[in-house]
């Protein structure tokens, strides 16, 4: 990598880093760096300081916590992927992290880098938004809390100021939930990726939540599949009629080398199936 | 230590021993280029052209000449006063090509200046702020637009874009007058039961090495003298291009490949950047050094492959195949490299297949575009002609409904016809086709697979079966056949202390030859392994060499190892006849002694005797003191070794998405050195096949954009994209050399590729699919499942 020139600076704590990050205005974080280090690479971005956020312990681990499972920002997809917890407790993330580009990129990218930088193609987006997870972010002006159905906003936006950090995921414990993509083959970002989450009780579908990334600018929820799913018996008629009508009024549908708008559209629906499927096998 | 207290030391030649290369490699204590720090070394970085294709109306380079550290900045025009235009390799009428733009972009990537500066940050900074005024002009990108009508002109004075614009081969074409006779073609086709017709793509892959290309070069003011540092796969051609370039002496210029981590091919030819830094390091009588990144090696280190045919096949009912006309059209890019015109002339040759096909005419056009130049790329124009033929071989089964075993069984050569002149006039040394085939049909389990594949086409599944054979020429080659000759040299020394150490011009740069080379001569002389370095890649070095390419290296530079060995060998003879007062005919070298034949216990040492002929006292009568003894050889033809790849695929209904679920290879190489080398050989090449038919391809857009300029977007196979690859080999020698090896490096990649394709149109036949282009990327062969054809 030849990129422009820099300052490193490496936090030792959350509010250093924070401190560290309000000091410059062209100052980015570096964790994981397999979203920022390409972009530098190509000159994209040019940030004046980089501090590395990669050894602040706080900001790393899985735990359990009063019935909650929270994800350190900086925990490596590896990590996560491998984590006993999260197979045991939440399955749908570790599944997700596995399938993250390859295992270089699941040794070094982490949880929040991944959120914070919003590729419209990630993976973590659309099962944050399955789980209803929230994110715990600490910036100048302290803490604030903010839902993944609100956090991304469009590409490579997402609510989070130039001085803030997120400091982890939380989530309650799920089964009955599944991620399925579609792999393009070069980056494996998602070509279409697909989280669905269900709430099943007295043998009916009492929620529903469904995340979509690599259709659009950015990852969003699928509210006409999810009401189709609602009130419904967890069947495959169910499934089929809800994955049936999945991305449809969907607008500004990606379309580039790897997969046209047309195959896109058809690709929501095939692995909103998958995914629907997968979820109900783990009720 | 008597002799019968010396171990008996293993057999080597054939057996499988560990690369000897690897822990260095793997503990990252290989010096590459990069590696290399020379005292006052300074940095080069291009500016590059981000147009496809325009007029260099003005540089600026006035606020990069002011930045801290910059020592020179020179644009095209100030380069080439001088450096000349580069010279090629090849026959056909050429363009200028200046190792740095001057007047006109032609390509996404083309240098327009360079900078030299103390390191290579600022060196890219300054680069950066050179400010580059380009006209647009139309960028010519398709190639068969490019030559009709009135297209945009790549280079003046090239009509219609032609780089090379006619050049007919094989039945009723007179090689000496280019004369074309048309009537046997003519007949075989008006006369047959079955016409198969198909244009089909061959499309341009980007080599991508895992080392990008890389040069030091140090001008030695007080010496005259330039050392040059190199990641090239043939040190000796550098160093004559270099000397030809800068108007030197060969004698002034030191050419090293240090380590060189891979090359497939695109680092045969010697580029501007080289001939640029080798100027400069002189102007300046400073050393310089120049490291491709990545995104440079996509846009600026040549291509591979990008030819598209019109394959017209005629055949009998029975599945004889009775003629084969291909019209060829290659995508060459903007300028001719090394022996870029010449790539697509293998492709010519080796249109006859492993096949006794009674006409088979092909027609050559080469196009210049707006695109990177293209050269060799692992197989180099054979894999072309093997995907074209073994397409239409499978478009004929499915045709007649006949098993595609066995029409190739059908037309094969026969093991008794051999040497077999074909009809574009390849001399095929040596072959058994059928053992082969068999082979690879018993290991695959080929009439099983067929009804796997019929169960599950019955549950709804979109499974295909697929089988290719190749021929390839390699061992290159006569000198009649490369400009650069097709010989090797090779050197060997006994030490003092009795270890071997010997040097080749076949410059290895993955392909283990420090290993097999080794096997070779410590059996040659009865010593250990470990007892015999293989020293390569400085001509500083290893006297006289052409370089490794079209897999060479074992069937020449082997062959002349031998020779320079077996010449030391009766040296040694004639002093350990002197001192054990024997006749030096009855003397063997085995177990690191030379003794008496019949009497083990009588010998001398290896060492003891290399040490008396290095203090020979007293010299035998008519010896010179000493034991070091050099060869050069080359080969009487090439040498064609073959085989056959099968693969089974499925398809996801679904998404299209393909998924290899076999892949068995019988690949026949002649004589084996080092089975485990073999074998790593075949995986890279199969990997690298079956990448082309799957997952590669260079794509370019209407404005000649690089639209996949990263690995973001170009796929590499990895290892979750290939199942396991069953593996076996017949062994067919060669009469060529002695040792009876035609070699191996490339053979992967030949039959793969086509054999991927047709297990896929075999999965999408129930469709009506009959052709699909690579690479078969998933939304393509989903669209075909829709009836919307690719």
């Not at chain 2, 890019?333 to 096949?355: D, E, F, I, K």
């Amino acid at each position: 990598m030849i990129p422009t020139e820099f300052d490193y600076k490496r936090a030792t704590s959350l509010d250093e880093a924070i401190q560290l990050l309000s000091s410059s205005s062209e100052a980015k974080l570096l964790a994981g760096g397999h979203s920022l280090i390409p972009l530098m690479k190509l000159r994209l971005s040019e940030p004046e300081t980089l501090v590395d956020i990669g050894r602040i312990p706080d900001i790393k681990g899985i735990r359990e916590r009063e019935g909650k499972i929270g994800i350190g920002a900086g925990t490596t997809h590896h990590e996560v992927e491998t984590s006993d917890l999260l197979r045991e407790k939440a399955p749908v993330v570790a599944d997700c992290a596995g399938e993250i580009g390859d295992p270089q990129v699941r040794n070094r990218g982490t949880l929040g880098g991944s959120l914070a930088h919003a590729d419209p193609a990630a993976d973590y987006p659309a099962v944050m938004l399955a789980i209803d997870a929230e994110f715990h972010i600490k910036g100048g002006n302290g803490w604030r809390t903010v839902k993944a159905s609100d956090f991304f906003q469009d590409m490579f936006t997402v609510d989070l100021a130039d001085d803030e950090i997120i400091v982890n995921a939380m989530f309650d414990p799920i089964q009955s939930a599944s991620y399925a993509k579609l792999h393009q083959r070069a980056s494996h970002y998602a070509i279409i990726g697909v989280a669905a989450a269900l709430g099943v009780e007295n043998g009916l579908i009492q929620w529903a939540r469904l995340g979509l990334t690599g259709a659009i600018g950015y990852a969003v929820r699928m509210p006409n599949v999810e009401e189709a799913l609602i009130g419904k018996q967890p069947e495959q008629d169910t499934i089929d009629a809800a994955a049936g009508i999945a991305g449809d009024g969907l607008e500004d549908i990606n379309s580039d080398l790897h997969a046209s708008a047309e195959y896109r559209r058809a690709m929501i629906k095939v692995f909103t199936r998958r995914a629907l499927e997968g979820a109900v096998a783990r009720l | 230590m008597t002799a019968a207290e010396r171990p008996i030391l293993p057999k080597l030649v054939g057996e499988r021993i560990k690369r000897r290369e690897d822990p260095r490699l793997i503990t990252g204590h290989a010096t590459y280029v990069d590696d290399l720090k020379l005292p006052g070394l300074l940095h080069l970085a291009f500016k590059r052209s981000d147009s496809a294709h325009g007029v260099i109306k003005n540089i600026d380079t006035s606020a990069a000449e002011q930045m801290p550290g910059v020592e020179l900045v020179m644009t095209g025009k100030q380069l080439a006063e001088i450096l000349g235009p580069m010279p090629i390799g090849t026959p056909f009428p050429s363009p200028d090509h200046y190792a740095i733009a001057t007047d006109r972009v032609r390509y996404v990537g083309e240098p327009v200046a360079v900078v030299v500066a103390a390191d290579r940050y600022l060196a890219r900074d300054a680069a950066d702020a050179i400010e580059v005024d380009i006209e647009e002009l139309p960028a010519v990108v398709d190639p068969e637009k490019a030559m009709q009508g009135e297209p945009a002109a790549v280079h003046e004075g090239f009509e219609n874009n032609l780089a090379v614009p006619y050049v007919p081969g094989g039945t009723g074409v007179d090689p000496a007058t280019m004369e074309v006779d048309n009537s046997a073609l003519d007949k075989a086709f008006a006369e047959a039961d079955v016409n198969i017709s198909q244009r089909m793509t061959n499309q341009r892959l980007a080599p991508n090495a895992m080392e990008p290309r890389g040069v030091v070069a140090h001008w030695e003011p007080g010496k005259e003298q330039i050392t040059i540092w190199s990641g090239t796969q043939n040190p000796h051609i550098l160093k004559t291009m270099i000397a030809a370039q800068l108007g030197v002496g060969q004698h002034q210029v030191r050419a090293i490949a240090p380590e060189v981590g891979g090359g497939f091919g695109c680092k045969i030819n010697i580029y501007g950047e080289e001939y640029t830094a080798a100027a400069i390091s002189r102007k300046l009588g400073a050393p310089v050094k120049w490291i491709e990144d990545r995104s440079e090696a996509f846009m600026a280190t040549t291509h591979g492959r990008d030819i598209l045919a019109y394959v017209d096949l005629a055949a009998k009912r029975d599945g004889t195949v009775t003629a084969l006309k291909l019209r060829l059209i290659a995508d060459v890019g903007a300028y001719n490299m090394l022996l870029t015109a010449a790539v697509p002339t293998l492709t010519m040759l080796m249109l006859n297949g492993t096949y006794d096909i009674p006409v088979v005419r092909a027609e050559l056009t080469e196009v210049f575009t707006n695109k990177t130049p293209t050269d060799a790329y692992r197989g180099a124009g054979r894999p072309e002609a093997t995907y074209f033929v073994e397409r239409a071989f499978d478009m004929l089964a499915h045709e007649l409904g006949m098993d595609p075993a066995d029409v190739r069984r059908k037309n094969f050569i026969k093991k008794d016809a051999f040497p077999y002149t074909t009809q574009m006039g390849a001399i095929y040394d040596s072959g058994d086709y059928e053992t082969a085939l068999d082979r690879a049909l018993q290991n695959a389990g080929w009439e099983q697979l067929k009804q796997e594949r019929d169960q599950a086409r019955a549950e709804g599944r979109i499974v295909g079966l697929g089988l290719a054979y190749y021929v390839e020429v390699c061992g290159l080659g006569p000198s009649a056949s490369l400009p650069t000759g097709g010989w090797e040299h090779a050197g060997v020394t006994i030490e003092r202390d009795g270890r071997i150490t010997a040097t080749t011009g076949s410059s290895p740069h993955g392909q283990g030859n420090e290993t097999t080379f080794a096997q070779m001569l410590a059996e040659q002389f009865g010593v250990a392994f470990d007892d015999v370095t293989i020293l390569h890649g400085d001509t500083g070095v290893v006297k006289q060499g052409i370089g490794t390419f079209g897999s060479r290296s074992q069937a020449v530079g082997g062959t002349v190892l031998m020779n320079a060995g077996e010449k030391v060998k009766k040296k040694m003879a004639k002093f350990a006849a002197a001192m054990l007062d024997a006749n030096e005919d009855d003397l063997v070298f085995e177990n690191g002694m030379i003794s008496v034949k019949g009497s083990p216990g009588s010998g001398k040492t290896f060492a003891e005797v290399a040490s008396f002929a290095y203090v020979p006292v007293p010299l035998p009568p008519g010896v010179e003191p000493g034991l070091s003894d050099e060869a050069f050889w080359e080969p009487e033809n090439n040498t064609y070794p073959f085989g056959c790849h099968i693969v089974m695929m499925e398809i996801d209904r679904e998404t299209g998405e393909p998924r290899l679920t076999k892949v068995v290879a019988v690949d026949d190489a002649g004589t084996i050195i080092n089975p485990m080398i073999v074998d790593g050989q075949i995986h890279g090449g199969l990997a690298q096949g079956i990448g082309q038919a799957m997952i590669e391809e260079v794509v370019y857009d209407e404005d000649g954009q690089l639209v996949t300029g990263s690995f973001m977007d170009y796929a590499i196979p990895r290892a979750d994209d290939l199942p396991w690859f069953e593996m076996d080999n017949t062994v067919t020698t060669t009469p060529v050399n002695p040792m009876g090896a035609k070699g191996v490096g490339e053979a992967g990649t030949l039959g793969s590729t086509p054999a991927v394709v047709n297990a896929a149109v075999d999965a999408l036949s129930p469709f009506g699919v009959k052709h699909v282009d690579m690479m078969l990327r998933p939304e393509k062969l989903w669209r075909l499942m829709q009836g919307g054809g690719a």
